[in-house]
């Protein structure tokens, strides 16, 4: 089961994105459906199917974002997490072989089209939760057991 919470830009992030698709790509999508439908006959017309599916997708993904923006937890930085990995922080970890690896851990909603980003749920930021600098996680994937230490842990203010 997937963990309801979100930090405050993820969700910043999510209501534009419902407000650009209701707002801006909706309209301008029924508009075309508009006019390919007043061209005629439907069956062979490529703009028509092609922007009443768009219009299909748009709809989905609003509904979507809808449900989810009222069952989200915002998480906001306290102080009290400092020199700890938890929600919300940027996290640098390092293995025996020296290779570094830097990302933050949010929320589900937050990790697409962002490289550095993980989520709650994953298997490496639930063996890094509450580590501090120093700390080793053991990180068990599929495959293997991978150590990695912590070795620098920050907050967006």
Not at 38 to 59: C, P, Q, V
Not at 65 to 73: I, N, W
Not at 127 to 154: C, F, H, M, N, Y
Request: with cysteine.
């Amino acid at each position: 089961m997937k963990t309801m919470l979100i930090t405050p830009e993820g969700l910043e992030k999510l209501k534009a994105e419902l407000d650009h698709l209701w707002k801006v790509e909706r309209p301008e999508t029924t508009q075309k459906v508009a006019w390919a439908a007043s061209l005629g006959d439907r069956s062979e017309n490529a703009d028509y199917h092609y922007n009443k599916r768009r219009l299909r997708e748009i709809d989905k993904r609003v509904h979507y974002l809808r449900k989810c923006l009222d069952d989200l937890k915002v998480v906001e930085y306290a102080p009290y997490q400092e020199g700890k990995v938890m929600f919300g922080a940027w996290v640098e970890v390092e293995n025996s072989k020296g290779q570094k690896i830097r990302f933050r851990i949010v929320g589900g909603e937050e990790i697409f089209e962002r490289r550095d980003y993980i989520s709650i749920d994953s298997p490496m930021a639930q063996a890094l939760l509450k580590k501090e600098v120093g700390d080793e996680a053991i990180v068990q994937t599929p495959t293997q057991q991978l150590v990695w230490r912590v070795s620098k842990i920050e907050y967006q203010k």
